[in-house]
């Protein structure tokens, strides 16, 4: 049953002028929300819209089984009506909602498709200095997606067959609305609420500076291979603080007790050691949320795994250049899964001397990201049915970090953003990076679709540096496609480089240090040698992301009171760039592919330069 609630809150009052809203200031009410649950059975909801901090009204709805049967809940559908005539060409945002797959998508309200939605917010702009706002603070049982639809902002979720016994009643995602005169201020606030609401006060330092095995060598190495670079990085960079074990390590995926002897004959913890010895951070990856066929827990524990709807076991077959993969997923909802994970984890940590962990794949953790790789799944049995996959991976995140402790560092990669918030340090906030240009603008925008959550809710981590061109690789490089034989002129790797100056505070190199010509080298220290942000913003950010090639050009950052803005052309052809509101009187000409860093010597605040240059 649907239940049509009207509350009205002190918020910016609107004045209906040409079709547009006009923002004045006194009360407005959010006006006639609905809420639809799909069921087998009548599920009674209430809606609450309470004013918090920074002009925000909190939407908190309560959905509540008043019957004496279990009811299984299919999908939940909110609507929010906008009180504004709106237009096609009207400007959209839908927030980046996972590494690399959905950075931010700014479209015109007419030109929207089947991946016009977020898992994070929408943000309309009606005209310069007047934006709607919906986002989510919370992900704890169900995935909110945004979507513009019929006048309306609508939030729906898949109940992924959430159950509700009799008399019971549950919260569904905290939403919050807005309505704003300023995106910037706006973005900043929606990233202190989140905060907020996950109870997250302080992140973790995480000034890392190394080189990790990934990118260069993909899951092929050897304790080689890794003292070689580590030598190499000892020259160019003594105060390099961390090394990075990546995937390949262990004999199957999921049995994370195990090493592959035939790549790592000294076991994990020899390589530590040494590490260690030198007064690095030892680093290492895991697969999360899947394991493999072959895998000895999987012969042992079926049951740690999930099935079909047919009771058959989810597999997926990916055939890679050195190995087949049959994919399977963890069931978190089993106490058996987690204890196995908390164990593997504690051993890598207390045995081996683990303390950065980076654990990959976490998206697979997730129902529909399983399901889009697996076509005839159409549900999963899981040993708890009566709650959904959100819930599932949150009792994996909470069993990891447990195992972890406090003083480990916990960085999620491929993630889809939203669940892991209150649990990791560190996130990969754009998609793999390969040694080729057109990479560059794509992990730009991705990276920087996410600003307003770095320092706040986690540290932002753009990925490798990677530098290397055909002509600096031997034949152990990776056999991946995107990973070898590939050019890179200079002006290309500098903005990478200088990307990377700007962005996210662990720059780990992922080159082979030993055939890395000179100039390329030289690279790795510019980047290691500039001191990580405390506050990146993308000025253009109204003016990009409509496709994922549509990287930003002006980005500006803060390191204490050091002001930086960094101009990046991304296109072949040169650009002339108007500066002077950063205190520049001549424009600066770019050639194609080219970027600068400029320090600011005026006398103007952080805050004071992003508001006069931000494109409205």
Same mark, same amino acid.
């Given at each position: 049953?649907?239940?049509?609630?009207?509350?009205?809150?002190?918020?910016?009052?609107?004045?209906?002028?040409?079709?547009?809203?006009?923002?004045?200031?006194?009360?407005?009410?959010?006006?006639?929300?609905?809420?639809?649950?799909?069921?087998?059975?009548?599920?009674?909801?209430?809606?609450?819209?309470?004013?918090?901090?920074?002009?925000?009204?909190?939407?908190?709805?309560?959905?509540?089984?008043?019957?004496?049967?279990?009811?299984?809940?299919?999908?939940?559908?909110?609507?929010?009506?906008?009180?504004?005539?709106?237009?096609?060409?009207?400007?959209?945002?839908?927030?980046?909602?996972?590494?690399?797959?959905?950075?931010?998508?700014?479209?015109?309200?007419?030109?929207?498709?089947?991946?016009?939605?977020?898992?994070?917010?929408?943000?309309?702009?009606?005209?310069?200095?007047?934006?709607?706002?919906?986002?989510?603070?919370?992900?704890?049982?169900?995935?909110?997606?945004?979507?513009?639809?019929?006048?309306?902002?609508?939030?729906?979720?898949?109940?992924?067959?959430?159950?509700?016994?009799?008399?019971?009643?549950?919260?569904?995602?905290?939403?919050?609305?807005?309505?704003?005169?300023?995106?910037?201020?706006?973005?900043?606030?929606?990233?202190?609420?989140?905060?907020?609401?996950?109870?997250?006060?302080?992140?973790?330092?995480?000034?890392?500076?190394?080189?990790?095995?990934?990118?260069?060598?993909?899951?092929?190495?050897?304790?080689?291979?890794?003292?070689?670079?580590?030598?190499?990085?000892?020259?160019?960079?003594?105060?390099?603080?961390?090394?990075?074990?990546?995937?390949?390590?262990?004999?199957?995926?999921?049995?994370?007790?195990?090493?592959?002897?035939?790549?790592?004959?000294?076991?994990?913890?020899?390589?530590?050691?040494?590490?260690?010895?030198? *007064?690095? &951070?030892? !680093?290492?990856?895991?697969?999360?949320?899947? /394991?493999?066929?072959?895998?000895? $827990?999987?012969? =042992?524990? @079926?049951?740690?795994?999930?099935?079909?709807?047919?009771?058959?076991?989810?597999?997926?077959?990916?055939?890679?250049?050195?190995?087949?993969?049959?994919?399977?997923?963890?069931?978190?909802?089993?106490?058996?899964?987690?204890?196995?994970?908390?164990?593997?984890?504690?051993?890598?940590?207390?045995?081996?001397?683990?303390?950065?962990?980076?654990?990959?794949?976490?998206?697979?953790?997730?129902?529909?990201?399983?399901?889009?790789?697996?076509?005839?799944?159409?549900?999963?049995?899981?040993?708890?049915?009566?709650?959904?996959?959100?819930?599932?991976?949150?009792?994996?995140?909470?069993?990891?970090?447990?195992?972890?402790?406090?003083?480990?560092?916990?960085?999620?990669?491929?993630?889809?953003? *939203?669940? &892991?918030? !209150?649990?990791?340090?560190?996130?990969?906030? /754009?998609?793999?990076?390969?040694? $080729?240009?057109? =990479?560059? @603008?794509?992990?730009?925008?991705?990276?920087?679709?996410?600003?307003?959550?770095?320092?706040?809710?986690?540290?932002?981590?753009?990925?490798?540096?990677?530098?290397?061109?055909?002509?600096?690789?031997?034949?152990?490089?990776?056999?991946?496609?995107?990973?070898?034989?590939?050019?890179?002129?200079?002006?290309?790797?500098?903005?990478?480089?200088?990307?990377?100056?700007?962005?996210?505070?662990?720059?780990?190199?992922?080159?082979?240090?030993?055939?890395?010509?000179?100039?390329?080298?030289?690279?790795?220290?510019?980047?290691?040698?500039?001191?990580?942000?405390?506050?990146?913003?993308?000025?253009?950010?109204?003016?990009?992301?409509?496709?994922?090639?549509?990287?930003?050009?002006?980005?500006?950052?803060?390191?204490?009171?050091?002001?930086?803005?960094?101009?990046?052309?991304?296109?072949?052809?040169?650009?002339?760039?108007?500066?002077?509101?950063?205190?520049?009187?001549?424009?600066?000409?770019?050639?194609?592919?080219?970027?600068?860093?400029?320090?600011?010597?005026?006398?103007?605040?952080?805050?004071?330069?992003?508001?006069?240059?931000?494109?409205?």
């Amino acid at each position: 049953m649907t239940k049509k609630i009207k509350k009205t809150v002190t918020i910016l009052s609107i004045v209906f002028l040409n079709g547009l809203i006009s923002f004045a200031g006194t009360t407005q009410p959010w006006k006639d929300i609905k809420v639809d649950v799909n069921a087998n059975g009548t599920v009674s909801s209430t809606i609450n819209l309470k004013e918090i901090e920074n002009g925000f009204q909190r939407l908190t709805i309560s959905l509540s089984n008043n019957s004496d049967k279990p009811i299984t809940i299919q999908k939940i559908t909110v609507s929010i009506p906008i009180e504004a005539q709106l237009s096609d060409n009207l400007d959209v945002v839908f927030g980046a909602s996972c590494m690399g797959r959905t950075p931010l998508l700014n479209q015109k309200i007419g030109s929207q498709t089947n991946r016009s939605s977020s898992n994070m917010y929408e943000m309309l702009r009606l005209s310069d200095g007047q934006y709607l706002f919906a986002g989510a603070t919370s992900w704890r049982i169900f995935m909110p997606n945004f979507t513009l639809k019929q006048g309306a902002f609508e939030v729906w979720s898949d109940g992924e067959g959430k159950q509700l016994k009799p008399g019971q009643t549950i919260q569904y995602e905290q939403i919050v609305l807005r309505r704003a005169t300023n995106w910037l201020e706006l973005l900043d606030q929606f990233g202190t609420a989140i905060a907020a609401e996950n109870k997250i006060t302080k992140l973790k330092p995480a000034d890392f500076k190394g080189w990790a095995t990934w990118d260069y060598y993909g899951r092929v190495f050897t304790p080689k291979d890794i003292y070689g670079n580590m030598d190499q990085l000892n020259k160019l960079a003594p105060e390099a603080n961390m090394i990075q074990i990546d995937g390949g390590w262990w004999t199957e995926r999921g049995d994370y007790k195990s090493i592959n002897s035939g790549l790592l004959p000294g076991g994990i913890k020899d390589i530590v050691s040494r590490i260690k010895a030198e *007064g690095k &951070t030892p !680093g290492i990856h895991f697969d999360g949320f899947r /394991g493999d066929e072959a895998s000895e $827990i999987y012969k =042992a524990h @079926p049951e740690y795994f999930l099935h079909d709807q047919d009771g058959k076991l989810v597999v997926e077959e990916n055939k890679k250049a050195d190995k087949v993969m049959r994919y399977i997923y963890f069931d978190y909802s089993h106490p058996g899964a987690r204890a196995h994970i908390a164990d593997c984890i504690k051993n890598m940590k207390d045995n081996w001397g683990i303390r950065y962990f980076k654990v990959d794949f976490m998206r697979y953790g997730l129902e529909n990201d399983t399901k889009l790789r697996n076509k005839h799944v159409k549900s999963f049995k899981a040993y708890d049915p009566t709650i959904t996959g959100v819930e599932r991976f949150r009792l994996g995140m909470k069993t990891m970090r447990e195992a972890m402790g406090d003083d480990i560092y916990f960085l999620g990669c491929s993630a889809v953003f *939203g669940p &892991t918030i !209150g649990f990791v340090d560190g996130m990969r906030t /754009g998609g793999d990076i390969n040694p $080729i240009f057109q =990479a560059f @603008p794509e992990r730009c925008l991705g990276n920087l679709s996410n600003f307003y959550l770095s320092g706040k809710v986690f540290n932002g981590d753009a990925d490798y540096l990677v530098f290397r061109e055909a002509i600096d690789e031997d034949a152990t490089v990776s056999q991946e496609d995107t990973k070898h034989g590939h050019s890179m002129t200079m002006n290309e790797a500098q903005m990478w480089a200088d990307f990377n100056k700007l962005y996210g505070t662990a720059r780990l190199q992922s080159d082979n240090l030993m055939t890395l010509r000179p100039e390329r080298k030289a690279l790795v220290k510019e980047v290691f040698e500039f001191p990580a942000m405390e506050e990146t913003v993308p000025l253009d950010f109204w003016e990009h992301g409509t496709n994922k090639q549509d990287g930003f050009e002006l980005i500006i950052a803060r390191k204490d009171k050091d002001i930086y803005l960094g101009v990046f052309n991304w296109g072949d052809k040169p650009k002339e760039y108007e500066l002077k509101a950063f205190g520049k009187t001549s424009p600066l000409l770019l050639e194609g592919r080219h970027s600068q860093i400029i320090k600011y010597e005026g006398e103007k605040s952080f805050d004071e330069l992003c508001e006069n240059m931000k494109s409205l």
